[in-house]
C-alpha cells in the first residue's frame, strides 16, 4: 500500500475533474448499476498514468458526448474496490491503469496499460471520443 500523502494528488487530479473515487466493492457494484454510460479509471501510481492515463481520460470529457457517470479506483491502494471493476473487466487481465467504458453496466471499450504507455494523452483522449460517439 502506498502513503495517502503520495497518492491523494494522484486521486485527486481525477475527483477534480469529476470522478467519483470507489473505495468498495459496492462502491463499484452501485457506479455500475447507474443507468447509461459509466467511464472507470483503474488509476496507478506508475508513470504512464500520470503521463498519459490522467490526462487523456480528462481531455476526452471535452467531446461533444461524454459518459453520463465516472469513475476512478487506484491500484495498490483501493483493493477491494480494483478487484471487484477488474471482474467487470473480464475477459481482459488485470492492468493498471486503464480505463474502461461500461453502458447499463456491461462493458463496451476497453483501454489496458499496452493501449496507454508510450502513446499522447492526445491519442488516447482521440480513442477515447471515438468510443464516446459510438457508446455515449
Known amino acids: 500500500m502506498y502513503p495517502e500523502e503520495l497518492v491523494n494528488p494522484m486521486r485527486n487530479q481525477l475527483i477534480e475533474a469529476g470522478f467519483e473515487s470507489?473505495?468498495?466493492?459496492?462502491?463499484?457494484?452501485?457506479?455500475?448499476a447507474k443507468p447509461g454510460t459509466t467511464?472507470?479509471?483503474?488509476?496507478?501510481?506508475?508513470?504512464?498514468?500520470?503521463?498519459?492515463?490522467?490526462?487523456?481520460?480528462?481531455?476526452?470529457?471535452?467531446?461533444?458526448?461524454t459518459p453520463n457517470n465516472?469513475?476512478?479506483?487506484?491500484?495498490?491502494?483501493?483493493?477491494?474496490?480494483?478487484?471487484?471493476?477488474?471482474e467487470y473487466m473480464i475477459p481482459f487481465p488485470p492492468s493498471s491503469p486503464a480505463i474502461a467504458l461500461f453502458k447499463d453496466g456491461k462493458l463496451v471499450h476497453m483501454l489496458e496499460r499496452h493501449h496507454i504507455e508510450g502513446h499522447s494523452p492526445q491519442m488516447i483522449a482521440s480513442n477515447l471520443v471515438q468510443a464516446y460517439e459510438e457508446y455515449c
Open 22 to 32: 470507489l473505495s468498495t466493492a459496492e462502491d463499484v457494484d452501485k457506479a455500475l
Open 70 to 86: 465516472l469513475a476512478t479506483v487506484f491500484a495498490g491502494v483501493e483493493k477491494e474496490a480494483t478487484e471487484r471493476a477488474r
Open 39 to 65: 467511464l472507470v479509471v483503474v488509476n496507478s501510481i506508475c508513470g504512464c498514468a500520470a503521463g498519459a492515463c490522467r490526462p487523456a481520460a480528462i481531455a476526452s470529457l471535452g467531446a461533444d458526448k
